[in-house]
């Protein structure tokens, strides 16, 4: 069974940086896209940034330029950097694992590391 567990999340001030981890376990990491979604309270989860099996990378707008998606295929982990942070980032980040099997998508979640943007 594949688990996923964030870190890296905390107390930052805006302006500041922070670099999100998630670890995969239970199957093999190359073969699944990895993103991060986010869920800032009484808002709706959205996705943040994914990255492929191919390495291709997409960002939702509002943090194009400030956030940065990577994967280690070595070390079965994904990251997050994310610079010039803002009060609005501030959200519980999740971490996804996703393959499609047989024309089926198959999702696995981690159960998120907090993110507070504050001065």
């Known amino acids: 069974q594949v688990q996923l567990v964030e870190s890296g999340g905390g107390l930052v001030q805006p302006g500041g940086s922070l670099r999100l981890s998630c670890a995969f376990s239970?199957?093999?990491?190359?073969?699944?896209?990895m993103s991060w979604y986010r869920q800032a309270p009484g808002k709706q989860r959205e996705l943040v940034a994914a990255?492929?099996?191919?390495?291709?990378?997409n960002y939702v707008d509002s943090v194009k330029g400030r956030f940065t998606i990577s994967r280690d295929n070595a070390k079965n982990t994904v990251y997050l950097q994310m610079n010039s942070l803002k009060p609005e980032d501030t959200a519980v980040y999740y971490c996804?694992?996703?393959?499609?099997?047989?024309?089926?998508?198959?999702?696995?979640w981690g159960n998120g590391t907090l993110v507070t943007v504050s001065s």
């Open positions: 239970g199957s093999i990491f190359s073969i699944y896209g």
């Open positions: 996804n694992a996703r393959r499609v099997d047989a024309g089926y998508a198959i999702n696995y």
């Open positions: 990255i492929t099996t191919r390495y291709s990378t």
